[in-house]
């Protein structure tokens, strides 16, 4: 056994999977996906395969031509961060190289969230979405859940005929079923008979582009979409007023692919198309291919959520054309994006705006620092994650010091001479999975001497910022950042100062002020900007945070009422923290406790696991 990736049972002596042929059959009454799926192998193999799997249900494994049980077995007990290995025994003369297996998935599939009908907004029918970054796709089939694996995929998605579905694949046809097609036979359960019912309807997907395991999605429910560029839609539920504000704030998104095809090259997925979510999503995007999940707090009416937007297209250059090789990698994902992310908004929306993102993003580093001060492992961009669980780790600090490693190249050898090198790592790398060293040596032999200039080893293994990372300078965002200062002396920023201030300035002043303030000027700052009522949830959060860690109870009822209305972890995590961190907090630890027991059903699996972390760790 020589394991690829510490996430996951691939042993790398195995050849691995190229394609997946799924029948999957979705049974909203029991939140319960039943599979069959034919996996191809780049190679035949004899003897026992290891396979990913969490809370499945595996039926059958069976030889493709015979239809002949092949045997398996599961490891008696669950890794708490792996799950179960599937072993699959293949016969011992060569013979194959594909196999098919059937299975389950359950309702605590960590991948998927299943929302009744009265968790939607329509209140009419049920929903269900997944999430499988970074080690979830498991969840909802077995698998080599591990990014160094990329797969091709089709798929035959059947669903109650009220309902449409859409993938991270090209929509091949949605039709009626047909009796016994692709391996609808063996379904488990009783399953195969249910397939032609005539409540019934087939979404066919296919996915011909090689992608990690970690980028498969579906979500299927009662969609609608709206064009908003030659490809580009944008679905949603279909409500005409979530449909209608969706479309207005990504009315740019043509305009951003074509900026970031001058930047790093050919868009290579065809099509562009943005799905957003109910309000539980618990991330701000995720940068499926071809179809970006989104939160629904990206549409704050003013075109600012088209930086998310930017964030998940410029993944589709780096993070999905190029991709790290295990989560200990995660930063040639993150860093890589947020830089090209950066250099889009800086084409759309102006330089002030970009160095503006740069500042909000050093705060977060910097208190990144802060959190992993006594786990310094998690403030290098290249770590050591045996034994821990990505979700647990998951940070900024790939995102903005990775941004700031590259950032300091470009300094170095001069932007023109940067965009020829990005393009040339794209060109080179595409479709393929890499590690930090295959960067770093891409690196000196195309810029030579650049290990002479960059501490290279200390930015990609040492711990903490490094000396040469460099705090952005614009007249923005230092007259934000004086005005923070300002307050801490007692003077509230003046209506002339602030009135053209977008979201983002009052995020950046927001984190500039001390964590915790008197009381009284928590309340005159509201009395005054209203931020408590902000459309802006990157504002109403910081500004609640703020609050909760002043113990102005004023504002309780909104850090309730706000709890329970997104699921997205950027906000859970920040708002419980300052409620059941530090000590004599009583009132703020009950309140925490109630809240989460009435909002947990209505929080994705993901974000459940993340806030009982943060209650293990502080109640
Ligand atoms: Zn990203």
Same mark, same amino acid.
């Given at each position: 056994m020589a394991p690829l990736d510490p996430h996951s049972f691939t042993d790398s002596t195995h050849p691995l999977t190229t394609h997946v042929s799924l029948s999957l059959y979705f049974d909203f009454s029991s939140a319960t996906i039943h599979g069959a799926a034919l996996f191809t192998l780049s190679s035949p193999y004899s003897g026992q395969l290891s396979l990913d799997t969490r809370s499945l249900s595996i039926h059958q494994v069976l030889s493709? /031509?015979?239809l002949s049980p092949l045997p398996f077995s599961l490891s008696? $007990?669950?890794?708490?961060?792996?799950g179960i290995l599937l072993s699959v025994s293949l016969p011992n003369?060569?013979?194959?190289?594909s196999f098919i297996i059937t299975f389950s998935t359950s309702p605590?599939?960590?991948?998927l969230q299943w929302l009744s009908p009265?968790?939607?907004?329509?209140?009419?029918h049920p929903f269900v979405f997944t999430q499988c970054?970074?080690?979830?796709a498991r969840s909802i089939l077995p698998c080599q859940?591990?990014?160094a694996s990329r797969i091709c995929y089709s798929a035959l998605l059947n669903v109650p005929r009220e309902l449409s579905a859409v993938m991270?694949?090209?929509?091949?046809d949605r039709r009626l079923p047909v009796s016994g097609?692709?391996?609808? /036979?063996?379904?488990?359960?009783?399953f195969n008979s249910l397939?032609? $019912?005539?409540?019934r309807v087939v979404e066919e997907f296919d996915m011909s582009q090689p992608i990690p395991p970690y980028l498969f999605a579906f979500a299927v429910g009662e969609l609608g979409f709206r064009e908003v560029g030659p490809r580009t839609r944008v679905y949603s539920e279909a409500a005409e007023g979530v449909l209608e504000a969706a479309a207005k704030e990504f009315a740019g998104t043509e305009e951003m692919i074509r900026q970031g095809e001058k930047l790093?090259?050919?868009?290579?997925?065809?099509r562009f198309d943005l799905l957003v979510l109910p309000p539980?999503?618990?991330?701000?995007?995720?940068?499926?291919?071809r179809m970006v999940f989104l939160t629904p707090?990206?549409?704050?009416?003013?075109?600012?959520g088209a930086q998310v937007v930017a964030h998940e297209l410029a993944h589709s250059w780096t993070g999905n054309l190029i991709t790290n090789k295990?989560?200990?990698?995660?930063w040639l994902n993150e860093g890589f994006t947020t830089y090209a992310e950066r250099r889009i908004v800086e084409v759309v929306q102006g330089e002030d705006r970009a160095v503006l993102n740069i500042g909000i993003g050093w705060r977060g580093l910097n208190e990144e620092m802060e959190r992993f001060k006594d786990n310094?492992?998690?403030?290098?961009?290249?770590?050591?994650?045996?034994?821990?669980?990505p979700d647990a780790v998951y940070s900024q600090v790939p995102y903005e010091k990775g941004f700031q490693f590259l950032w300091r190249i470009e300094r170095q050898i001069g932007r023109p001479a940067f965009d020829e090198f990005l393009k040339k790592y794209i060109a080179t790398f595409k479709f393929k999975s890499i590690d930090t060293e295959t960067f770093l040596d891409f690196l000196k032999a195309n810029v030579p001497g650049i290990e002479k200039e960059i501490d290279l080893v200390l930015w990609t293994?040492?711990?903490?910022?490094?000396?040469?990372a460099y705090e952005p300078v614009s007249n923005l965002y230092s007259k934000i950042v004086s005005l923070a200062n300002e307050f801490k002396l007692g003077r509230m920023p003046r209506e002339d100062e602030v009135a053209d201030w977008q979201g983002q300035e009052w995020e950046l002043y927001l984190e500039n002020l001390p964590k915790s303030v008197e009381a009284s000027q928590v309340l005159a700052l509201d009395a005054r900007y209203r931020l408590s009522e902000s459309k802006d949830y990157e504002v109403k959060v910081s500004f609640l945070q703020m609050a909760i860690l002043s113990k102005c109870r004023d504002f309780y009822g909104e850090v309730e009422k706000t709890l329970k209305e997104v699921g997205r972890m950027k906000y859970l995590r920040p708002l419980y923290t300052a409620l059941v961190?530090?000590?004599?907090k009583e009132e703020e630890k009950i309140l925490a406790k109630r809240v989460f027991s009435e909002a947990r059903d209505c929080y994705h699996p993901i974000a459940q696991g993340v806030v009982e972390s943060i209650f293990s760790k502080h109640l």
């Open positions: 493709p /031509s015979t008696p $007990s669950p890794d708490p961060i792996k003369d060569n013979s194959l190289s605590c599939s960590s991948a009265r968790q939607t907004f329509n209140k009419k970054q970074s080690i979830h859940d591990t990014p991270s694949a090209r929509h091949v097609e692709g391996f609808s /036979s063996l379904l488990p359960n009783g397939w032609c $019912s005539d409540t790093f090259g050919d868009y290579e997925w065809e539980s999503f618990p991330y701000g995007g995720m940068e499926n291919p707090t990206v549409i704050k009416g003013d075109a600012s295990n989560n200990d990698h995660f310094l492992e998690f403030t290098k961009l290249k770590t050591n994650q045996e034994g821990v669980d293994e040492g711990t903490g910022i490094p000396p040469d961190q530090g000590v004599g």
